[in-house]
Nanobody
Framework: QVQLVESGGGLVQAGGSPRLSCAVS????????LGWFRQAPGKEREFVAAVTWRGGYTSYADSVKGRFTASRDNAKNTVYLQMNSLKPEDTAVYYCAARTSFIFSSRLSDYAYWGQGTQVPVSS
């Protein structure tokens, strides 16, 4: 059973650059693609970025491309989401998720394991 624990959230000013972490335990072999999703107040959860354990390949939503960077540290079993130039519209609860397949996906239903989420309010 894969377990995911996010950290690094908290209030940040517009233009800030926080980094979220997601600690993965319980079998990284079942989590070949790690995804980041977010859910803004009153909106549906949406894909943000994804990274693979092997090779560190990445994929991004158009809304964050060029501002956010997903990465991983295999030795620490941790994935990261570096967020730069934050905007108030980036305000959301950010979730880490894992899927067994090696193929990238932006669909929530393709991810079997989810963290509890971490809030990132962005003030203007």
């Amino acid at each position: 059973q894969v377990q995911l624990v996010e950290s690094g959230g908290g209030l940040v000013q517009a233009g800030g650059s926080p980094r979220l972490s997601c600690a993965v335990s319980g079998g990284t072999f079942s989590s070949n693609v790690l995804g980041w999703f977010r859910q803004a107040p009153g909106k549906e959860r949406e894909f943000v970025a994804a990274v693979t354990w092997r090779g560190g390949y990445t994929s991004y939503a158009d809304s964050v491309k060029g501002r956010f960077t997903a990465s991983r540290d295999n030795a620490k079993n941790t994935v990261y989401l570096q967020m730069n130039s934050l905007k108030p519209e980036d305000t959301a609860v950010y979730y880490c998720a894992a899927r067994t397949s090696f193929i990238f996906s932006s669909r929530l239903s393709d991810y079997a394991y989810w963290g509890q989420g971490t809030q990132v309010p962005v003030s203007s």
